[in-house]
T-cell receptor
Framework: AQSVTQPDIHITVSEGASLELRCNYS??????LFWYVQSPGQGLQLLLK??????LVQGIKGFEAEFKRSQSSFNLRKPSVHWSDAAEYFC????????????FGAGTRLFVKA | SQTIHQWPATLVQPVGSPLSLECTVE??????LYWYRQAAGRGLQLLFY??????ISSEVPQNLSASRPQDRQFILSSKKLLLSDSGFYLC?????????????FGPGTRLTVL
């Protein structure tokens, strides 16, 4: 069955420290991969996406993610976290053959301490 | 530019009462439209999607229904709310081709059923 796993329910990092949020997926083929961010009480905003090509993708707000086919992972990284990055982050996958069933992970809540 | 609106932003309803949540998209034509529910501490659950007027697909059995009376209007309804319907409801849209495209989310509606 298709699934997306975000192993960390919440993570706390100090401002200025580096960040890595983990995402693993289970899919029949290489899917399209996304990271979204949700601020409290708000909708989701796309950070970045991977469809094909270079496995290291750059997104908005200084985020990047690396697709590793052998590990079925798409981890999100940022070299230096800002207090405004505190939010919930969702990894998502969609079939690269078309279709509507984008599957979202359960999310990782990021806390940033001063 | 495209924008997506949802209202109301918050709603408190008694068990057994009806529900109507509205979503409208501006600045694009023939969008794919989606309703998601986000329960506390959980990821997004796709409830309905629509590829066109009066073309609605349901992903999970429930006491909710959706309608799309106009190209850029998507309505989520219920005749009788249950306690378990409480949650954060998100509307989203995407362009063709489906599945491979970024989804753009509205600000959400926080529904509390008492």
């Amino acid at each position: 069955a298709q699934s997306v796993t975000q192993p960390d329910i919440h993570i706390t990092v100090s401002e200025g420290a580096s960040l890595e949020l983990r995402c693993n997926y289970s899919y029949g083929a290489t899917p399209y991969l996304f990271w979204y961010v949700q601020s409290p009480g708000q909708g989701l905003q796309l950070l970045l996406k991977y469809f094909s090509g270079d496995t290291l993708v750059q997104g908005i707000k200084g985020f990047e993610a690396e697709f590793k086919r052998s590990q079925s992972s798409f981890n999100l990284r940022k070299p230096s976290v800002h207090w405004s990055d505190a939010a919930e982050y969702f990894c998502a996958v969609a079939p690269n053959t078309g279709g509507f069933k984008t599957i979202f992970g359960a999310g990782t809540r990021l806390f940033v301490k001063a | 530019s495209q924008t997506i609106h949802q209202w109301p932003a918050t709603l408190v309803q008694p068990v057994g009462s009806p529900l109507s949540l509205e979503c409208t998209v501006e600045g694009t034509s023939n969008p794919n439209l989606y309703w998601y529910r986000q329960a506390a501490g959980r990821g997004l659950q796709l409830l309905f999607y629509s590829i066109g007027i009066d073309q609605i697909s349901s992903e999970v059995p429930q006491n909710l229904s959706a309608s799309r009376p106009q190209d850029r209007q998507f309505i989520l309804s219920s005749k009788k709310l249950l306690l378990s319907d409480s949650g954060f409801y998100l509307c989203a849209w995407s362009s063709l081709p489906p599945g491979s495209d970024t989804q753009y989310f509205g600000p959400g509606t926080r529904l509390t059923v008492l």
